[in-house]
């Protein structure tokens, strides 16, 4: 039988990392693709659906690789493909506040899905709102 370790947490048993306090590659995988099978799915993300092309398949898979790093664990996206230069990445991809928020209600609609913390999840919706906000490139 195999023994599982228990995720790290610090002196004060909090876990050193957000990645760890997600439950690891698995819930960042199941939040990444709760994320785009919602966006598929609600009608109230059309406009962020008409966005991307016609599978996300890349997508999911690059979101996935890219919130393992961003939330302190394994550095996928970097190793594959360097810097993320977010910005820069989504400029081919016309950005308003109306694709912003329907980006946040989209991803936090998929954190309460799988399960996130609620004391995490709120923080993230902070985090993920001044990352979305600083990609907007359309008024
Ligand atoms: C603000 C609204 C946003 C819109 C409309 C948007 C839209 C898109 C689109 C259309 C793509 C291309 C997908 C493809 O390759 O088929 C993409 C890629 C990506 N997005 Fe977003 N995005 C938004 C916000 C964000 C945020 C906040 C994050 C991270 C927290 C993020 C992370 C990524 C990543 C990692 C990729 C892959 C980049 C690459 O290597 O090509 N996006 N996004």
Request: proline share 7%; with cysteine; net charge negative.
């Amino acid at each position: 039988m195999q023994i599982q370790e228990p995720p790290p947490r610090n002196e004060a048993g909090e876990f050193t990392t957000p990645f760890e306090w997600m439950g690891g590659e698995v819930r960042v995988h199941a939040l990444a693709e709760r994320f785009y099978d919602l966006m598929d799915l609600e009608p109230g993300y059309r406009e962020l659906r008409a966005t991307h092309g016609s599978t996300l398949d890349g997508a999911r898979q690059k979101l996935f690789w890219f919130l393992c790093g961003w939330l302190g664990g394994p550095q996928h996206y970097v190793e594959r493909f360097g810097h993320p230069r977010l910005r820069m990445r989504h400029m081919p991809f016309a950005i308003g506040i109306l694709e912003r928020d329907q980006w946040l209600a989209c991803m936090d609609q998929a954190m309460g899905d799988v399960g996130v913390d609620p004391a995490l999840r709120e923080r993230l919706r902070q985090s993920f709102f001044q990352t979305a906000d600083w990609m907007r490139n359309t008024p």
